[in-house]
């Protein structure tokens, strides 16, 4: 899972149609981003734990091109979530082949599994062990950061074109 960027490519084409319908202006579409970027920021950074990697950046709207990213070895489990034990699922999971409990090592299959490292949101610390701590997780809730962030950037430009104006 070294790198992932969801939902940019439908928001792309989204942020080439409307800007070019509807003149939306550099200063606007690079606040879209900003915003899209928070909210990414916003969600990860609540599931994240102390050794998750993850970084969340724009690539600045140029020539009728601008994109939001996510990448780092953490992304695909913050985005995507782990473990079948949560209901919920990301509604993209399918087409980005991150079936739960059917990509990383594959623990995810099971209700809990035990991992070495550093803690993570909702997993118990068991014991130290010569290879490192030894903690329990049922795995992590899908934070659909990107998803949401991709979401909220088209709710934007509908606004941006109900109004008729530009940043």
Known sequence: MSKYVTGAATTARHLRKLANATRL????VNAL????????????????GEGDE???YTEPYKDGEGALIAEGHSV?????????FY????PLAK??????????KGYGKQETWGYYGLPAPGAKFRRHTKKGDLYTTHGMSATKGMYEASK?????????VKKGTSK
């Open 25 to 28: 202006g550099e200063k606007t």
């Open 33 to 48: 981003l900003e915003d899209g970027k928070r909210r990414t920021e916003e969600l990860y950074g609540m599931s994240a």
């Open 54 to 56: 993850y970084k969340v």
């Open 76 to 84: 695909g489990f913050l985005e995507f979530g782990t473990g079948v």
């Open 87 to 90: 209901e919920d699922n990301h």
């Open 95 to 104: 087409d980005f082949g991150a079936i739960r409990g059917e990509y990383g």
């Open 152 to 160: 909220l950037m088209r709710d934007r430009i509908y606004e941006y």
